[in-house]
């Protein structure tokens, strides 16, 4: 069964860079697709980018200039970077398990507040 | 790129069928999966590929998309169903996932 974990600073003060962490286990994280999503408080899912296999990834056009996701197999962990973050930013972070166009697998998400 | 219009809530009588709509133009020559999402929880695959469930999800819940509209129905409401449920489709034009806003199911 597939766990994922997220783990990082629940608060980031605005203009600096948010850093989650997501372990994985029960699969290799070398054979799946990952990815981040958040969700701001009473409000819907937005997709933040994803890493494929080979390391491309793909990201959400409107973060673009500030994201990057990135794996490192030898912790089994994948990472999200979020640059120059603003109150904007403040949501529940999910990582999850991504495939052939579906989620199928979801962290229980960890709230990130960006406030001074 | 993909705009994907549900409606915010659907309220429905325990027993009765709930049906929840996901709309977009030419919707029905893609594939749409839904996400069940209860207060204080991650959300939770309910349907892929417009009409399969995974293992451990109720018959109750069902899927269907055609023309412009996907619909998730939820045959025989429970008062546990009471939940957000959210559409998603893959935007080729991005190469990423959208969601649909979300609609808050309430069993009245």
């Known amino acids: 069964q597939v766990q994922l974990e997220e783990s990082g600073p629940g608060l980031v003060k605005p203009s600096e860079t948010l850093s989650l962490t997501c372990t994985v286990s029960g699969v290799s994280i070398s054979s799946s697709y990952w990815s981040w999503i958040r969700q701001p408080a009473g409000k819907g899912l937005e997709w933040i980018g994803l890493?494929?296999?080979?390391?491309?990834?793909e990201y959400n056009p409107s973060l673009k200039s500030r994201v990057a996701i990135s794996v490192d197999t030898s912790k089994s962990q994948f990472s999200l970077m979020l640059t120059s973050v603003t109150a904007a930013d403040s949501a529940m972070y999910y990582c999850a398990k991504y495939r052939d166009g579906v989620i199928v697998d979801w962290g229980q998400g960890t709230l990130v507040t960006v406030s001074s | 790129s993909y705009v994907l219009t549900q409606p915010p809530s659907v309220s429905v009588a325990p027993g009765q069928t709930a049906r929840i709509t996901c709309g977009a133009n030419n919707i029905g020559g893609t594939s749409v999966h839904w996400y069940q999402q209860k207060p204080g929880q991650a959300p939770l695959l309910l349907i892929y590929?417009?009409?399969d469930r995974p293992s451990g999800i109720p018959e109750r819940f069902s899927g269907s998309n055609s023309g412009n509209t996907a619909t998730l129905t939820i045959s025989g409401v429970e008062a546990g169903d009471e939940a957000d449920y959210y559409c998603?489709?893959?935007?080729?034009?991005?190469?990423?996932?959208?969601f649909g806003g979300g609609t808050k199911l309430t069993a009245l």
């Open positions: 890493i494929y296999t080979n390391g491309n990834t």
């Open positions: 590929y417009d009409i």
């Open positions: 998603q489709v893959w935007d080729s034009s991005t190469n990423l996932p959208v």
